[in-house]
C-alpha cells in the first residue's frame, strides 16, 4: 500500500521549455501532497506544499511563478517548471500523505536536465 | 523554526556489526520521526518511524529510540548486510504541520 508514482522519470530539454512532472498517489487520497528538490549528495530541500483544492505553500526562496503546482484532485499534483535553465537541473521528487501527522510517501523522483 | 541535525555524515562498518545514527531536533512539539533509506537515484523509502508517546521500536534488524527529554533519536542497524549501504535520513514533524524537516543524512557503506 501508500503507492506513489511520479512521471516523468527522466527528462532533458533545451533552455527555456517547460517541463511539467506528475505526482500520482495510487492507492490513497493524499491530502496534502510536497514537492522537494534534491541535489546531489544533499539532503530533501522542500519546495512547497500543496493541499488539494487551494493554493501551494512555498518556502522561502521558492518562485512560485517558476515552479507552478496544481493539486487538482487527492491523487494527482503537478509541478510545471516553466522556462526551465540550466541552473534548474536537479532531482526532483515528490511525496504525499493522507493528513496532518501520517507519514509521507514518496515518488521515485524526477531527472531534469537542462542543456 | 524547527531544526534536525544528523550525525554521522558517513559511516563504514564491517558486515555483521551495528550501525547507529544519531539525530537531535529543536522543536520540543515534534511528536512524529521517521527514518528513510535513500539507494542512489532513487526514491526515499520509510524504513521506521516513531512517535513521541513511545522511547522505542524495533522492527527486525532496525530499531529507532528517542528520548524527548535530550530531543533526540537514533536508528540502530544490528547485523549490517552490504544491501543496507545507502543514504539514511532522520526527520521530524512539528505539532501541528505536515512539514517534515529532514536530516543532512548518513552515507552508510557496509564493507563486505
Known amino acids: 500500500g501508500a503507492v506513489v508514482s511520479q512521471h516523468p522519470s527522466w527528462v532533458i530539454c533545451k533552455s527555456g521549455t517547460s517541463v511539467k512532472i506528475e505526482c500520482r498517489s495510487l492507492d490513497f487520497q493524499a491530502t496534502t501532497m510536497f514537492w522537494y528538490r534534491q541535489f546531489p549528495k544533499q539532503s530533501l530541500m522542500l519546495m512547497a506544499t500543496?493541499?488539494?483544492?487551494?493554493?501551494?505553500?512555498?518556502e522561502q526562496g521558492v518562485e512560485k511563478d517558476k515552479f507552478l503546482i496544481n493539486h487538482a484532485s487527492l491523487t494527482l499534483s503537478t509541478l510545471t517548471v516553466t522556462s526551465a535553465h540550466p541552473e534548474d537541473s536537479s532531482f526532483y521528487i515528490c511525496?504525499?500523505?493522507?493528513?496532518?501527522?501520517?507519514?509521507?510517501?514518496f515518488g521515485d523522483g524526477t531527472r531534469l536536465s537542462i542543456l | 523554526g524547527e531544526n534536525v541535525e544528523q550525525h554521522p555524515s558517513t559511516l563504514s562498518v564491517q558486515e555483521g556489526d551495528s550501525a547507529v545514527i544519531k539525530c537531535t531536533y529543536s522543536?520540543?512539539?515534534?511528536?512524529?520521526f521517521p527514518w528513510y533509506k535513500q539507494e542512489l537515484g532513487k526514491r526515499p523509502q520509510l524504513i521506521i518511524d516513531?512517535?513521541?508517546?513511545?522511547g522505542e521500536k524495533k522492527d527486525q534488524r532496525i530499531a529507532v529510540t528517542l528520548n524527548k527529554t535530550a530531543k533526540h533519536f537514533s536508528l540502530h542497524i544490528t547485523e549490517t548486510q552490504p544491501e543496507d549501504s545507502a543514504v539514511y535520513f532522520c526527520a521530524a514533524l512539528g505539532g501541528g504541520t505536515y512539514k517534515y524537516i529532514f536530516g543532512t543524512g548518513t552515507r552508510l557503506k557496509v564493507l563486505a
Open positions: 500543496s493541499n488539494e483544492g487551494s493554493k501551494a505553500t512555498y
Open positions: 511525496s504525499a500523505s493522507q493528513g496532518m501527522g501520517q507519514p509521507q510517501h
Open positions: 516513531i512517535r513521541s508517546n513511545v
Open positions: 522543536d520540543s512539539a515534534s511528536n512524529y
